[in-house]
């Protein structure tokens, strides 16, 4: 796990976290929009750094890894948390932990509910399957992540996580997304923002969505209808700014 730091220094303090196989650098346009008035820390998750290799343990260890460091950069207190998918699902455990205040908690498209029996199985062994053939070049992989994964200026970020990923991370990452499931029990200090979309696996943030405004209700949920996941964070990264600019403020 490693923390890269933007922004203004005494700034308050802002972390974003991406997902699965997804490079820390999906942040940049957001980081150009905050940097003027926060202090800024974007974490590449373990597994996902692309300096060298590191594994992805688990949950609470990621988690713990990621608090300590804050901390050893005098990090007290996060004015605005905010996490994509699997890092949607990191940014949960670490508001759960209460460790560090969190005025604001931004998730979007968020697994917090267990997957369909069976299916976590199933998406360990696609992933493993497509980091082997992203290692050898395939070109139906490459052409798949062009069209139905990240913007192709990410590809050679994402070909350098996958030549370092194992398949320990790589089952370790999907029991983590699987595990993490909404606490209701939290007693809630934060704003919190969930967002998702309508298409694909997005059923399962919809389903979020429910509990969470349930459990919270001053959360406040939006739709974004005909969206697949995380949609707006990183095909129209200006929307979503002007979403959570104005959620902060």
């Known amino acids: 796990m490693r923390l890269h730091e933007f922004g203004k220094e005494n700034a308050p303090v802002m972390v974003l976290i991406h997902g699965v196989l997804t490079p820390w650098q999906i942040w940049k346009p957001q980081v150009r929009a905050f940097e003027k008035d926060y202090h800024i820390f974007v974490v590449a998750l ?11 343990v688990s949950l609470e260890a990621e988690v713990t890894e990621i608090i300590r460091e804050l901390r050893a950069h005098d990090v007290s207190e996060i004015y605005a948390l905010c996490g994509i998918s699997l890092g949607g699902v990191i940014a949960h455990e670490i508001w759960k932990n209460a460790s560090l205040p969190i005025k604001h908690l931004v998730l979007d498209g968020a697994p917090l509910v267990p997957f369909p029996f069976g299916s976590g199985g199933f998406m360990t062994k696609n992933y493993i399957n497509l980091i082997h053939r992203s290692k050898k070049r395939d070109p139906k ?36 997304a699987d595990t993490g499931n909404l606490c209701t029990t939290v007693d809630n200090k934060s ?54 600019k104005q959620f902060i403020s």
């Open 141 to 176: 992989v490459i052409a798949s992540f062009k069209k139905n994964f990240l913007p192709e200026k990410y590809l050679d970020s994402y070909l350098k996580i996958a030549d370092f990923m194992t398949d320990t991370s790589m089952a370790n990452i999907v029991k983590a």
């Open 191 to 244: 704003k919190i923002l969930f967002l998702h979309g309508t298409k694909g696996n997005e059923i399962l943030s919809k389903n979020v969505g429910k509990l969470i405004k349930k459990a919270y209700p001053e959360t406040e949920v939006i739709c974004f209808k005909g969206d697949i996941h995380c949609y707006k964070a990183i095909y129209e990264p200006e929307k979503w700014v002007e979403i959570v």
């Open 46 to 56: 373990s597994a996902h750094t692309e300096e060298s290799a590191s594994e992805f």
